[in-house]
């Protein structure tokens, strides 16, 4: 059998977003593992206290690496602190605007609100693209030329997965956009996701992001140095690194146009610290069968629906040892997708 | 003259059959509703699907007097329709419900 090597075109705007139609995989019913009511109404329950302790903690810790690197300044010593203060800042945001944007963290909406607000400056992913695009990613998870959100396209560009680890790619992209919106207007492809009537808040958002950016570099000039940047707008690139290491993990390597998430997401095991640092999202195939389930009760969820799902990875160099041959193995045959689940239909074309 | 149309009273359920602050489905005629008891134990129904993309609202979680849909966490207050919020942001239609004989009836006119 002749192996496709063509690259497909991953863009919302190209031919397949109409073959996704076509072939029904657009806005389609997914597959769910059985759970009776009465079991996923106690864990979609809602509460403030698991998120207030978190949030506490975070912005402590932030407040706390911030000050020792400021003080620290000019001295080898605060290149820790620094470090610290950057995956904090530019990887733990990630998942604070992620829970906070389905608005499962807190129970108090508001609570919710503040912090996605917060953790979408921090990780500069605009709030209101955001939300309409991670609506679209849970609609249409990995379905080619529908979900906005696919981290890596086949065959992957590995240096730019490189490049991610700094934010070089995306946070260039992100700037860009911020122009553009700054303008008053939309790249052509998000107009696809974003309704009419959200795009005049898209605008006012791009420009007090921007005037944010320029007092600070006024701030920068002004003392003639780089310290007020490298705590507010710098950790997004020096301090994103673990996003895209958690981040990865999620889909990549997995199958494409599938409407099963045990087939396309991975759910990987990882220890406390890090579960805090990613705020359960390591649960990703249990996340998106059931969004209204918040990110605390995440592990209990995971022991409801284990049985019917693909056992998780039991670490992330688990995880990594099969994405990187994976990943590679796709540069030469595209059509190429990792399977877990014996018996199920993985087919990705 | 026409005023409002007459009433069109159709059973849908039991009402135990609902929880306290819980929803069910309920179908008719090609068209799926969703029934919700209200902690302060009033009943109410609406239609079956989120406005924004059709998920089946009776899969969702209900909190107090608001229902919130299982895909995208749209937010509806189920006893006036009023959509709370992106990513809904057209209001769920409602329909009168009474209770007679411990069964649930909506009004279909
Ligand atoms: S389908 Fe209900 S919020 Fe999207």
Redesign the pocket.
Known sequence: MAVESRARDYSLIGPEGAKAQEKGLAGAAWYQSPIPRKQLKDLMQRSDGPALRDTAIWIAALALSGSAAAWLWGTWWCVPAFFVYGVLYGSSSDSRWHECGHRTAFKTRWMNDVVYQLACFMILREPTVWRWSH?RHH?DTIIVGRDPEIAVPRPAYIPGILLNLFALKSGAKAVRLLFIHAAGRLAPEEETFIPEAEHGRVYVVARIYLAIFAAVAAACAAVASILPAMLIGLPTFYGGWLAVVFGVTQHAGLAEDILDHRLNSRTVTMNPLLRFLYWNMNYHVEHHMFPAVPYHALPRLHAVVKSDCPPPYPSLWAAYAEIVPALLRQSKDPSYCVRRMPGAVAGSR | MSGAPAAIWVAACAADDVEREDVVRFDHDGRTYAIYHSPDDAYYATDGL??????H?AEGFVSGTIIE??????RFDYRTGEAKGA??CVNLKIYPVKIEAGRIFIDLA
């Open positions: 609506a609609t | 989120c406005t924004h993309e059709e998920a609202l849909c299982p895909k995208h966490n749209g990513p809904v």
